[in-house]
């Protein structure tokens, strides 16, 4: 039995249905078995009809037919931002499924957005000794920017199907799909290569009548938030140390991704080129890399891991704490983490809020006080002060000099505070299509630099 959507055509001053409830229903429409084909000429049968349906056939490309690639373009302005790194007085700045903005921040009072580099398919971003590494698709890239005026690109580096990504990151809605009462999507095959394009097909199928159509059980996640990040020297790499919301994290030689529910590691040789050296199951649905020391917190939707990575090649599991379902980035100091719960559509909870999380005995982690926010999204810490992207409520200074009762002291009002990275003394944010930065030497004051 098959199931359809039916087609109802909005007016163009109505919003456009959210990208999440989007893929909801994508999926929901692909997962029913298939419906055999109708002679059009055939119209009733018992309790059925026959209708036209319009379907939406997903383009199939391979790796080696040109998918994986980049092009460095002229600039372009910053209208959706994503993740974020800093590397030696540049900023890269990702534009979900599109690219990197690439920011000359070497005055910081007047950054120059110098180029855009097309990169299809991209979320995350990591820098070690002047090579990015980055997903593209269901692949592990590399580039070398070493010459920010002359990127290369290094197709014999290219780590093939590593991650699950966004199928539907081409889509474009069809309006002659709007002449049709039911609309499907025919079903995904990744065996074919990675999907590059739909077009539109219209064929004839029995339905059941009085059929409704249920919407229950599943979402996206689907996050690009905020990284705090500062340039760190180790065993004489230079690599952009990722924080908050980061998916790629590089230790001692290896590069850590995550791919939704495991770790996986790449050895990273003399080269540079990246080796598949290892994967474990996480048994959450993991969203963050943050390392301390010899601590490695991975955040998930449904609370906190803790590893010890003194053996960068064996991660080993110590503790974990749970929360209510939500989106979940953490940093952390020596004593203490820190993690913002965040609510809405793809993180399956109303509550928004931080919490501080002692590590006194990190076998036994315990929640310890929480502040009330509004829809926390990238933090950093720095001393006593955490800068807090609480999206339309602007960025939020929190006092936790006492950690049992941390404190907001000061908001910043901006459209929405997406990302922050901290290069002292200067905090660099991202967020509606804009960058702002601020000289945090007189915490818990901020100072705007530049927008």
Sequence with gaps: MAYYLKVVVCTQNQKKMPRLLFSFILLLLVACTKNSFVNPETEESTGRKATQVAYYIPHYAAPNQGVL??????????????????????????KPQEGIHIVDNSDPSNPINEAHLSLKGNIDISIIDGFLYADQFSALVVLDVRDIENIQFIESYSVPQI???????????????????????????????????????????????????????????FDSTSLALEEVQSDASVISQAGSLARFLPIDGYLYVLNQWELILFEIDDNYQPLRFGKTPLNNNAETLFQLNDFLFIGTTTGM?????????NPEFISSVDHFRSCDPVVADE????????????????????????????????????????????????????????????????????????????????????????????AIVVGDGKLYQYDISKLPELELISN
């Excluded at 460095?72 to 700045?93: D, R, S």
């Excluded at 891991?305 to 960068?312: C, H, I, N």
């Excluded at 001393?383 to 960025?395: F, K, R, W």
């Design 305 to 313: 891991l803790l590893y010890d990575v003194t053996s960068p090649t």
């Design 335 to 426: 004593d203490y983490a820190y993690v913002t719960l965040r609510g809405g559509t793809n993180c399956f909870t109303t509550r928004n809020e931080l919490q501080i999380i002692t590590l006194e005995d990190p076998k036994n982690l315990e929640v310890i006080s929480s502040q009330l926010l509004f829809n926390p999204h990238g933090l950093a810490i720095h001393e006593n002060h955490l800068i807090v992207c609480d999206g339309t409520a602007g960025i939020k200074v929190v006092d936790v000099s006492n950690r049992e009762k941390p404190e907001v002291v000061n908001t910043y009002s901006i459209p929405f505070a997406y990302d922050v990275l901290i290069d002292y003394p200067s």
């Design 163 to 221: 991650f699950n990504y966004d199928r539907y990151w081409a889509f474009d809605h069809n309006e002659r799909a709007e002449d049709y009462e039911y609309v499907r999507f025919e079903n995904i095959d990744d065996t074919q290569g990675i999907v590059v394009g739909w077009e539109l097909e219209i064929r004839w199928e029995n339905i059941p009548k009085n059929h409704y159509f249920f919407l229950d059980g599943f979402t996206r996640n």
């Design 69 to 94: 690639k980049a092009e460095q373009l002229e600039p372009k302005p910053l209208e959706e931002t994503g993740k974020i790194v800093y590397y030696e007085n540049y900023i890269f700045i990702n």
